[in-house]
């Protein structure tokens, strides 16, 4: 049954790289042509190694995977359902990193560590969430379900659910519901521009008031 089950599993990753991917024309082009793929299917392989205790053979599956792929995904990870890496060169994914379901990152992501401290020291992702391009995601900390992560942002504290977070390090720009998968980056706020933008009106009514006491 087990069996069953993990066949399921993979297909469902080939199914959801189909759906998501635009440029994806067919099952067999996914099969043979999508690193995003071929990788998962080597972590899965080597995580269920690593879960059964054997030794080197699983880290050595993922070095193989990485030379060819150019993503590196620790055995030790563990990886949901539907996950999916849009084009993935550069992605890095920690050993004690937790992902869940239907989550999507892009190029360039890293899932990773801050230093040497020991036991769970990676991120941990809710379902249906989006990392963009270059995101940087680091330490034990916890991402909530619905969370879009945009490009080149550095996170660092948890999130809670439904959020957007951009820059570095990290902000929650707006807390709502939104589709996954739709992470638009051209539409992210700047809460850095905003902050001036805030400032600047500030001082122009400071000038204003200056100006009126003046004339008194």
């Given amino acids: 049954m087990r ?7 993979i297909i469902e990753d080939i199914n959801t790289i ?6 994806a024309r067919s099952i067999l082009e ?8 071929h990788v998962l299917l ?4 080597a995580h269920k190694l690593l879960y059964w205790k054997i030794p080197f053979i699983p880290r050595m599956i993922s070095q193989i995977a990485r030379f060819f792929t150019g993503i590196e995904i620790h055995p030790g990870a563990s990886i949901g359902k539907r996950f999916f890496i849009d ?7 920690g050993e004690t990193t937790i992902i869940g379901d239907d989550v999507l990152i892009y190029q360039g992501v890293t899932l990773g560590g801050t230093g040497k401290e020991q036991g769970k020291r990676h991120p941990t992702l809710g379902n249906f969430v ?8 680091l330490g034990n900390i916890e991402i909530g379900d619905y969370t879009n992560i945009g490009a080149g942002s550095v996170v660092i504290s948890d999130v809670p659910e439904h959020c ?3 820059g570095i390090p990290g902000r929650i720009v707006k807390q709502k519901k939104f589709i996954h998968g739709q992470l638009q980056h051209n539409r992210i706020p700047d809460p850095v521009l905003c902050e001036m933008n805030r400032l600047k009106y500030e001082i122009k009514d400071l000038k204003e008031q200056l100006k009126e006491k003046s004339n008194l």
């Fill in 3 to 9: 069996i069953f089950n993990w066949i399921k599993t």
């Fill in 18 to 23: 189909k759906e998501k991917d635009a440029a």
């Fill in 30 to 37: 996914v099969i043979f042509l999508y690193q995003g793929f």
């Fill in 42 to 45: 080597a972590h899965r392989i």
């Fill in 87 to 93: 084009h993935g060169m550069g992605v890095v994914i």
């Fill in 130 to 137: 989006t990392v963009g391009a270059g995101a940087k995601v």
């Fill in 164 to 166: 957007t977070v951009v």
